[in-house]
T-cell receptor, first 113, second 114 residues
Framework: GDSVTQMEGPVTLSEEAFLTINCTYT??????LFWYVQYPGEGLQLLLK?????DKGSNKGFEATYRKETTSFHLEKGSVQVSDSAVYFC????????????FGTGTRLTIIP | KAGVTQTPRYLIKTRGQQVTLSCSPI?????VSWYQQTPGQGLQFLFE???????NKGNFPGRFSGRQFSNSRSEMNVSTLELGDSALYLC?????????????FGPGTRLTVL
């Protein structure tokens, strides 16, 4: 079945460090890919998305490129801030008419000042 | 536009009881999905409703059910609660028009079963 494998956490970085959170997927078909972020006590917020191969999603300094050849969608940010501390989820969506999102396990990120 | 709202935000129940959670989607959104989030299993899809009909269902026992009303508001019900049902239950709404496949999540209802 469809699945998303995410880098295990937790991840702790110093402010201004470079961030990479790895995400790979297995899917029958051509999914859309997403990164969601969850701050403490809140629901999920869409961070960025990509709907086809080689698309790059970007938002708030975060980027991820849809790599069909490696079935990956790694999240990167050049200089993290304390406010980026949260849990990050990679997810895929396959078909219109079926709104199910398949999520990775989540990666808890903590940024130290 | 107001976001997705879920009520109540917190709930404590005991084993064997039943519970009903409510979700109001963003105005104009006709699709509502429910997810269960636990530390052990992560985020798992429960079901999706569109135009008052269940369109998709995840792998949960029949104790988990839902419905959607004509105004797109949705409820989910869990009967005969078990300790393992303790979780954050998230609702997401989807516009179902245009080419966007983005889903918008509510803040969740945290259910604790004692």
């Amino acid at each position: 079945g469809d699945s998303v494998t995410q880098m295990e956490g937790p991840v702790t970085l110093s402010e201004e460090a470079f961030l990479t959170i790895n995400c790979t997927y297995t899917a029958t078909g051509y999914p859309s890919l997403f990164w969601y972020v969850q701050y403490p006590g809140e629901g999920l917020q869409l961070l960025l998305k990509a709907t086809k191969a080689d698309d790059k999603g970007s938002n708030k300094g975060f980027e991820a490129t849809y790599r069909k050849e490696t079935t990956s969608f790694h999240l990167e940010k050049g200089s993290v801030q304390v406010s980026d501390s949260a849990v990050y989820f990679c997810a895929l969506h396959l078909n219109f008419g079926n709104e199910k999102l398949t999520f990775g396990t989540g990666t808890r990120l903590t940024i130290i000042p | 536009k107001a976001g997705v709202t879920q009520t109540p935000r917190y709930l404590i129940k005991t084993r064997g009881q039943q519970v009903t959670l409510s979700c109001s989607p963003i105005s104009g959104h006709r699709s509502v999905s429910w997810y269960q989030q636990t530390p052990g299993q992560g985020l798992q899809f429960l079901f999706e409703y569109f135009s008052e009909t269940q369109r998709n269902k995840g792998n949960f026992p029949g104790r988990f059910s839902g419905r959607q009303f004509s105004n797109s508001r949705s409820e989910m019900n869990v009967s005969t609660l078990e300790l393992g049902d303790s979780a954050l239950y998230l609702c997401a709404s989807h516009p179902t028009s245009g080419d966007s496949n983005e889903q918008f999540f509510g803040p969740g209802t945290r259910l604790t079963v004692l």
